[in-house]
């Protein structure tokens, strides 16, 4: 079972997202079954940011002073047989999510939704270094999200 707990420092989110932490721990309970730790209890945390605060971050912890969509901090620690662990830190920053503005709040939701399962991928040990390893991504992205879209009917 996955926990997350999410932190909005952005006032913005709420106008797209009323219920946060309900959304996304559903979120979860809808990913296909090997990425929900069943038998464990796995816990994340969810930043909801902006790009001022996002881009803070990108540099310190990764030496791009830029913003970006996401960032994610995997906790340096092996999964293995433990069962309750910590998976890591997900940023998301509401600038970049809402670029178009013209987007409605479903849209926004689904978006966001494809940019934390893309988070969480990372969290796991994904990654997009290399164009296979982008392709595989992309398709379990692909997968995790058909299995949660129904939330968003």
Same mark, same amino acid.
């Given at each position: 079972m996955i926990r997350i707990n999410v932190i909005s420092e952005e006032k913005s989110w709420l106008k797209k997202i009323k219920k946060k932490n309900?959304?996304?721990?559903?979120?979860c309970k809808h990913f296909p079954k090997k990425y929900r730790f069943i038998k464990k209890k796995a816990y994340l945390s969810l930043l909801l940011s902006n790009n001022n605060?996002?881009? =803070?971050?990108?540099?310190?912890?990764?030496?791009?002073?830029?913003?970006?969509?996401?960032?994610?901090?995997?906790?340096?620690?092996?999964?293995?047989?433990?069962?309750?662990?910590?998976?890591g830190d997900? =940023? =998301? #920053?509401?600038?970049?999510?809402?670029?178009?503005?013209?987007? #409605?709040?479903?849209?926004?939701?689904?978006?966001?939704?494809?940019?934390? =399962?893309?988070?969480?991928?990372?969290?796991?040990?994904h990654d997009h270094m290399l164009k296979k390893d982008y392709i595989k991504m992309m398709d379990e992205e692909k997968k995790i999200f058909? #299995?949660?879209?129904?939330?968003?009917?």
């Open positions: 309900n959304l996304f721990n559903r979120v605060k996002i881009r =803070i971050l990108n540099k310190k912890f990764r030496n791009k002073n830029k913003h970006t969509d996401i960032l994610a901090f995997p906790f340096d620690q092996k999964i293995g047989n433990k069962k309750e662990f910590y998976l997900i =940023i =998301i #920053s509401f600038d970049y999510m809402d670029k178009f503005k013209k987007l #409605s709040n479903k849209e926004f939701q689904k978006k966001t939704i494809k940019i934390f =399962i893309h988070g969480f991928l990372h969290l796991i040990g058909k #299995s949660v879209q129904k939330l968003l009917n």
